[in-house]
Antibody, heavy 116, light 107 residues
Framework: EVQLLESGGGLVQPGGSLRLSCAASGFTFSNHGMSWVRQAPGKGLEWVSTITSGGSTSYADSMKGRFTISRDNSKNTLYVQMNSLGAEDTAVYYC??????????WGQGTLVTISS | AIRMTQSPSSFSGSTGDRVTITCRASQGISSYLAWYQQKPGKAPKLLIYGASTLQSGVPSRFSGSGSGTDFTLTISCLQSEDFATYYCQQYYSYPRTFGQGTKVEIK
């Protein structure tokens, strides 16, 4: 059974940084692209970033230069480093496993709150 | 970025209704379209990918069609567990983009 477990969320002051992690199990992690998707309170889904199995990365325009996605295949873990955080980054952040570009498995999400 | 526009934004229906949700892309995306279902407080669930391929375990009352710029998700016979919000997403090009969502509510 595929399991994705996010961690690292919490309350951060504006301008601060945070690193989220996603521990994966139940599949061959290194063979799959992985994505981060977020959802602000009461809003829709917003794609954040994707890292392919080969390590290529892509970002939403509003996260370019601030967010860095990475993966450690030896630890079956996905990361996203988030810098220069603002109130607009407040959201539940989900990690998801890619299958042919769609996200077929999702974690339960971790809440990031940006507030002073 | 490719803009994805869903309609309607909300739908009030009854058990047994047939529901059709449309998703329009601002440019052609071939069949690189997925549909997700999300219930309150839960993670999204993949229903359909490749515009029309049903994800394993998803009931056959769900179906998807379309290619290019116009797509539809159909629920043939609405069940109580189908009341949720539905999102389309294109993965033809980066940045990947979602539609704004369609909330299916109980009438």
């Amino acid at each position: 059974e595929v399991q994705l477990l996010e961690s690292g969320g919490g309350l951060v002051q504006p301008g601060g940084s945070l690193r989220l992690s996603c521990a994966a199990s139940g599949f061959t992690f290194s063979n799959h692209g992985m994505s981060w998707v977020r959802q602000a309170p009461g809003k829709g889904l917003e794609w954040v970033s994707t890292i392919t199995s080969g390590g290529s990365t892509s970002y939403a325009d509003s996260m370019k230069g601030r967010f860095t996605i990475s993966r450690d295949n030896s630890k079956n873990t996905l990361y996203v480093q988030m810098n220069s955080l603002g109130a607009e980054d407040t959201a539940v952040y989900y990690c998801a496993k890619d299958v042919q570009g769609a996200c077929d498995s999702w974690g339960q999400g971790t809440l990031v709150t940006i507030s002073s | 970025a490719i803009r994805m526009t869903q309609s309607p934004s909300s739908f009030s229906g009854s058990t047994g209704d047939r529901v059709t949700i449309t998703c329009r892309a601002s440019q052609g995306i071939s069949s690189y379209l997925a549909w997700y279902q999300q219930k309150p407080g839960k993670a999204p669930k993949l229903l359909i990918y490749g515009a029309s391929t049903l994800q394993s375990g998803v009931p056959s009352r769900f179906s998807g069609s379309g290619s290019g710029t116009d797509f539809t998700l159909t629920i043939s016979c609405l069940q109580s567990e189908d009341f949720a919000t539905y999102y389309c997403q294109q993965y033809y090009s980066y940045p990947r983009t979602f539609g704004q969502g369609t909330k299916v509510e109980i009438k």
